[in-house]
């Protein structure tokens, strides 16, 4: 390479420009999680009263309700988050679990016991659990690494902002008169466009996933190729301890990309 001639970094995102942006796709999820957090707000705020005076349940199942319900979603976390990393495995997942949800949900409302309650909102934590770290890693993937946190702020704010809504969904149904089942179960309308929003999101993230990995190894492939050719590093190098830091830096773009491709190979 000549002495003259320098490596361009990758630009960088600068504030209010073009790179600073948050992903299309990481809005797409985001809507997603506000319209599911929109029907499961218009359920949840409802089940304690639902169990203890609808169906007669005690305090000790309304706190099995909350206690069973989390840790299943937890265990499942841990279980999803591993299988999240294998190819291939994120987006069947993520349809999973929100599909769980969205089916199980509107059924709480057919329910004539309180342990049927329960089991429907075990179910219900299942999807959750199975959903989330697929997702949380979908939207790594897709920012780039200097968004990351605004990328994952602009999602939750979203996710609370829909929880919102369906709480307030929820009190305006029984303020115009209707009953707790019938509440429960109008939450299946913000549920299933929910999960039509996520097929058309998982299917334009599909034709870009390649294409932001080949990004991230390039980059990758970038930055160790301008540490390598700094003098100071080719000097330590037993193979060229006796080449000059001069004659190094006039080394070919070409043979340092070697030699990097060797040091990479050698230490893999």
Same mark, same amino acid.
């Given at each position: 390479?000549?002495?003259?001639?320098?490596?361009?970094?990758?630009?960088?995102? $600068?504030?209010?420009?073009?790179? &600073?942006?948050?992903?299309?796709?990481?809005?797409?999820?985001?809507?997603?999680?506000?319209?599911?957090?929109?029907?499961?707000?218009?359920?949840?705020?409802? %089940?304690?009263? *639902?169990? $203890?005076?609808?169906?007669?349940?005690?305090?000790? $199942?309304?706190?099995? !309700?909350?206690? @069973?319900?989390? %840790?299943?979603?937890? @265990? !499942?976390?841990?279980?999803?988050?591993?299988?999240?990393?294998?190819?291939?495995?994120?987006?069947?997942?993520?349809?999973?679990?929100?599909? $769980?949800?969205?089916? #199980?949900?509107?059924?709480?409302?057919?329910? &004539?016991?309180?342990?049927?309650?329960?089991?429907?909102?075990?179910?219900?934590?299942?999807?959750?659990?199975?959903?989330?770290?697929?997702?949380?890693?979908?939207? @790594?993937?897709? /920012?780039?690494?200097?968004?990351?946190?605004? @990328? *994952?702020?602009?999602?939750?704010?979203?996710?609370? *902002?829909?929880?919102?809504?369906?709480? !307030? =969904? =929820?009190?305006?149904?029984?303020?115009?008169?209707?009953?707790?089942?019938?509440?429960?179960?109008?939450?299946?309308?913000?549920?299933? #466009?929910?999960?039509?929003?996520?097929?058309? #999101? %998982?299917?334009?993230?599909?034709?870009?996933?390649?294409?932001?990995?080949?990004?991230?190894?390039?980059?990758?492939?970038?930055? /160790? !190729?301008?540490?390598?050719?700094?003098?100071?590093?080719?000097?330590?190098?037993?193979?060229?301890? /006796?080449?000059?830091?001069?004659?190094?830096?006039?080394?070919? =773009?070409?043979?340092?990309?070697?030699?990097?491709?060797?040091?990479?190979?050698?230490?893999?």
């Amino acid at each position: 390479m000549p002495p003259n001639q320098t490596v361009k970094a990758s630009p960088q995102a $600068t504030p209010g420009g073009e790179g &600073s942006r948050v992903p299309a796709g990481v809005k797409g999820l985001s809507l997603v999680s506000l319209f599911n957090d929109f029907a499961s707000e218009m359920v949840y705020p409802l %089940l304690p009263a *639902f169990v $203890t005076r609808t169906l007669g349940g005690s305090a000790v $199942t309304l706190g099995l !309700l909350d206690g @069973a319900s989390e %840790l299943t979603a937890s @265990a !499942l976390k841990w279980i999803s988050g591993r299988l999240a990393d294998r190819p291939g495995w994120r987006r069947p997942l993520i349809l999973a679990g929100y599909g $769980t949800a969205v089916l #199980v949900r509107p059924l709480i409302a057919s329910t &004539s016991a309180a342990w049927q309650v329960v089991g429907f909102r075990v179910i219900d934590r299942i999807g959750k659990g199975l959903r989330t770290p697929p997702r949380d890693a979908m939207i @790594a993937e897709i /920012t780039p690494p200097e968004l990351r946190g605004r @990328a *994952f702020g602009y999602h939750r704010g979203a996710d609370h *902002f829909g929880a919102v809504l369906g709480s !307030l =969904a =929820a009190w305006w149904l029984l303020r115009q008169g209707a009953n707790v089942r019938s509440v429960i179960g109008w939450s299946v309308v913000p549920g299933l #466009v929910a999960f039509v929003v996520l097929a058309g #999101v %998982l299917k334009g993230v599909r034709g870009r996933g390649s294409g932001v990995r080949s990004r991230q190894r390039a980059q990758r492939h970038l930055r /160790t !190729l301008m540490r390598l050719s700094k003098p100071s590093r080719w000097s330590r190098n037993s193979s060229l301890s /006796t080449t000059s830091p001069r004659s190094t830096s006039a080394l070919p =773009a070409s043979s340092m990309w070697k030699r990097c491709r060797k040091r990479k190979s050698f230490s893999s």
